[in-house]
């Protein structure tokens, strides 16, 4: 689902991190691309729960592994948890995971495919241009649930492959574009289709369209819509 994009200087986002030092991380990335948004940030969910009630947020930046209150022990099921109430309370909202425990996510896929605000997820692996993709797709409205249906599927595709496929096939971009999105170079990006083909058994048959037959396997798979 897309919608209008607030222009930057409207921008309010919440960061939820315990970990000081990704937090800042964080930070220091999204007020470089948005210099005139307001981040707020919590770092237990007692916290963030209070932030998105009290503003009205575009989009909410969050890990999976929080505690429930200072002092307590982060966990990736208290983060899960913040998540349904997230997507309960607030089905418009904007939301984007950032963590290293996508898999978790899996068993949430019914509750994030109705959702009906923007939902990106990013592992803590990425590139800070493909974090920052991810925001850009959660705060345009776009659902990008690739990376979680790719652990459900049992598929070992890495982020950057699923998001040549986006790209190519949802995006309707070329390669040259492609590598212009991604700041890669061409090169790069006929390697990760070479994965890709791979990872989905998809090799060259006289008469057919190699692209045509990735993006065919690619959709059988739920890596895209």
């Known amino acids: 689902m897309s919608q209008d994009?607030?222009?930057?200087?409207?921008l309010k986002f919440v960061v939820?991190?315990?970990?000081?030092?990704?937090?800042?991380?964080t930070l220091n990335v999204l007020r470089r691309q948005y210099p005139e948004a307001e981040i707020l940030t919590a770092q237990t969910v007692q916290i963030a729960i209070e932030q998105v009630e009290k503003a009205k947020l575009d989009l909410v930046?969050?890990?999976l592994s929080i505690p429930e209150k200072s002092g307590e022990s982060a966990k990736a099921d208290t983060g899960i948890q913040l998540l349904r109430t997230l997507l309960k309370n607030y089905p418009t909202l904007n939301l984007m995971v950032q963590s290293t425990y996508i898999k978790a996510l899996a068993r949430m896929i019914p509750d994030i495919d109705s959702h009906k605000g923007g939902f990106a997820v990013a592992d803590k692996s990425l590139s800070l241009q493909e974090m920052l993709n991810r925001v850009d797709w959660a705060l345009q409205g776009l659902s990008h649930?690739?990376?979680?249906?790719?652990v459900q599927t049992g598929l070992e595709v890495k982020p950057e492959w699923l998001t040549v496929l986006v790209l190519a096939f949802e995006e309707g971009l070329q390669d040259?574009?492609?590598?212009q999105r991604m700041y890669v170079s061409e090169r790069?990006?006929?390697?990760?289709?070479t994965k890709v083909e791979d990872v989905l058994g998809v090799?060259?048959?006289e008469g057919k369209n190699i692209r045509i037959q990735t993006e065919m396997k690619a959709r059988e798979e739920g890596l895209i819509d």
Do not use: C, Q, S
């Open 5 to 10: 994009l607030p222009t930057p200087a409207n």
């Open 16 to 25: 939820i991190d315990d970990h000081e030092l990704i937090l800042d991380g």
């Open 61 to 63: 930046v969050m890990d």
């Open 145 to 150: 649930t690739k990376d979680i249906k790719a």
């Open 176 to 179: 040259k574009a492609i590598a």
């Open 188 to 193: 790069m990006v006929r390697h990760y289709w």
């Open 203 to 205: 090799y060259p048959e």
